[in-house]
């Protein structure tokens, strides 16, 4: 592939991984793939904004070779240590020893800790400026969005952001911009890439997209280190981020369950008819037969969940248990649940799962709904009435 101008000399140097299946140690699926993202600055001065994953090392020198011998680089700016970005920087300033890199102090600190390399390094905060001749590049310190040591950069004269990850997907594509894909699929991936990254650190992400629209910079254009790079409407996703950082919700009801011998099933089928009924969007998940990071994308902007295990050694089974500890660990906040479940001779489930619940910060707004063995007709009477009675509470 040949590199691709974004703007006037700014080019896209990126790599697409179309065959990555799973990110941050398979806690997130990519059946989309993702792109590692680089961008080439010409000016007086050269800068190399970000860099790609390792294995994608040589696909980037290619690309910038097309453009710019590499030894006239003079900046890399490392907006992110994270190694999906950072992995070719040591292959990279062998090839153009007179560049520095500049980054954050818990930058600076993580990279020598992956690498173990010296490096000429510029420590930046936010507002510092870096003149490149026509243009200027101005930093914003971003900690934990996702990293202590994540920041932006933007380029004042082209009204253009480079967050690193922020407002990025993982969208393997040939398109390189937001108006050139099929815009489900793009908002799909932007979602789902909020909800299994992001959401733990929405109030966060809230008031830095304060900070920096209190600035008052223009934004004509957003290009992230994963996806595509927003030029139609950058502010699509900046609304949809805050929407999401607000944990805004919809009247919408997630349900989660795992069943041993098909009770629990059942009973989940039939609370769904219940809610179904009652005029709300539901969406129905066994998490044994689903994909977690497609779960947590549909409870992103759900207002209701409701969870249901059979028990096995008084508690919840192993995977549901392992899902709700992952949830737990994103922190949702305004969300309303039920619990229900099937058990032998003894129960344990739903007591352990309201228990997470509580911890989480997820409000149970009614009684738990338990049956022995298999349900008969007014057990899933029961069940019926358990989900429309939930939707109902939804509803006002």
Not at 55 to 75: G, N, R, T
Not at 81 to 91: M, Y
Not at 116 to 132: G, S
Not at 342 to 352: D, E
Request: hydrophobic residues 40%; aromatic residues 10%.
């Amino acid at each position: 592939m040949i590199p691709q101008e974004i703007r006037k000399d700014i080019f896209w140097v990126g790599a697409i991984d179309w065959n990555v299946k799973n990110f941050h140690g398979h806690t997130y699926t990519t059946q989309r793939g993702t792109t590692y993202n680089a961008y080439l600055i010409l000016d007086e001065k050269v800068a190399l904004v970000d860099t790609v994953y390792g294995p994608f090392a040589d696909e980037m020198i290619e690309k910038i070779k097309q453009v710019i011998s590499l030894e006239k680089i003079d900046y890399i700016i490392a907006n992110h240590v994270e190694i999906d970005h950072s992995g070719s920087l040591p292959q990279i300033l062998k090839l153009c020893p007179k560049a520095k890199v500049l980054g954050t102090q818990k930058c600076k600190e993580g990279l020598f800790r992956n690498f173990y390399i010296d490096m000429d390094f510029r420590v930046v905060k936010t507002a510092d400026k870096l003149n490149l001749g026509k243009r200027n590049l101005t930093f914003i310190e971003a900690p934990m969005i996702h990293w202590p040591d994540s920041m932006f950069t933007y380029c004042p004269q082209e009204k253009l952001l480079l967050p690193n990850d922020a407002f990025g997907q993982h969208y393997a594509t040939s398109q390189r911009f937001d108006d050139e894909v099929k815009q489900d699929e793009l908002m799909d991936e932007a979602k789902k890439y909020y909800a299994n990254i992001l959401w733990p650190l929405s109030t966060i992400i809230l008031k830095k997209i304060e900070e920096i629209q209190k600035m008052g910079i223009p934004i004509e254009m957003i290009a992230p280190s994963h996806g595509v790079i927003w030029r139609k409407d950058p502010m699509k996703i900046i609304n949809a981020y805050v929407s999401w950082a607000k944990n805004e919700t919809e009247p919408k009801v997630v349900v989660v369950y795992e069943t041993m011998w098909g009770s629990t099933e059942k009973m989940a089928q039939t609370i769904v008819e219940g809610i179904i009924d009652s005029g709300l969007e539901v969406r129905l998940f066994d998490v044994t037969r689903s994909d977690r990071t497609e779960i947590i994308k549909e409870m992103l902007d759900a207002k209701g969940f409701v969870f249901g295990s059979s028990t096995h050694d008084n508690d919840m089974l192993p995977t549901i248990a392992g899902f709700l500890e992952f949830l737990k660990g994103l922190k949702p906040k305004n969300r309303v649940a039920c619990i229900f479940g099937s058990y032998g001779w003894a129960g344990g489930a739903i007591k352990n799962i309201e228990n997470i619940l509580k911890d989480t910060g997820i409000e149970i707004v009614q009684s738990s709904l338990s049956i022995q063995y298999a349900p008969d007709e007014n057990d899933l009477k029961a069940c019926y009435e358990f989900g429309k009675d939930f939707a109902l509470k939804l509803l006002k």
